[in-house]
């Protein structure tokens, strides 16, 4: 006799990440340091430049590197329950 079981993974959990208060609210670390790498690198690109276009453009990539590292670096892996639980437990060959 055959019997179908289906396994029923865990719920998926959420990116647990340090966080700062800033006047109160809990920031993630990563916004935080994204944020004041930016205003360092348009003030410090402005200076030796004089072009506001130029430090628009170099904040914005040094904000976005900072944020989708410290995101990459800092963040627990997101485990999405289902795919994860398949994908670790499947037949091997």
């Known amino acids: 006799m055959t019997t179908l079981t289906d396994l029923i993974p865990e719920p998926a959990t959420p990116r647990s990440i340090a966080s700062v208060p800033v006047f109160g609210v809990p920031w993630p670390v990563n916004k935080l340091a994204a944020v004041v790498a930016g205003v360092l690198a348009a003030v ?50």
């Open 44 to 93: 410090l690109t402005f200076v030796i430049t004089a072009s506001g276009v130029a430090a628009m453009w170099v904040s914005a990539v040094v904000v976005l590197a900072v944020w989708w590292g410290g995101f990459r670096l800092l963040a627990v892996r997101w485990d999405d329950g289902g795919r994860d639980f398949i994908a670790e437990n499947r037949p091997r060959r």
